[in-house]
């Protein structure tokens, strides 16, 4: 997670595939698309509901800010070197459950690629 504050953006990066390797057990969130336009994300740890962070993601729209989403499938691919991110595009906030971290549903502005729409909507059956 990345605020640009010059901007008034909030990037959110996404690795769909977290292994033990890469990602210690409390950072491995479940974050996966519900829909074609619609993702679960789930906060750090550290974010809760009244925090200064999570009011942002909740009033990002009044408040005149955007959230975009970033995401990569493997933190590192098949030749051993980082996947790049891929921009998803704007989201916007629908709803949230939870606290630290807040489990928040994001409706994103443009239909997740159908390779993309398949392998993080696989990860929600694992």
């Not at 994300?41 to 809760?48: G, H, P």
């Not at 493997?74 to 989201?91: F, Q």
């Amino acid at each position: 997670m990345s605020w640009v504050e010059d901007i008034k953006t909030d990037a959110l990066f996404i690795t769909s595939e977290k292994n033990e390797r890469d990602f210690s057990p409390n950072v491995r969130y479940r974050d996966y698309a519900i829909s074609p336009t619609r993702y679960h994300w789930e906060s750090q740890n550290s974010t809760s509901e009244r925090s200064r962070t999570g009011l942002r993601y909740q009033h990002h729209a009044d408040q005149g800010s955007q959230v975009l989403l970033f995401l990569r499938r493997y933190k590192v691919n098949s030749i051993g070197k980082p996947e790049p991110w891929m921009l998803l595009g704007p989201a916007t906030y629908v709803k949230h459950t939870g606290n630290k971290p807040m489990a928040i549903t994001w409706d994103l502005q443009h239909e997740l690629p159908a390779d993309v729409w398949s392998y993080s909507a696989a990860i929600t059956s694992g």
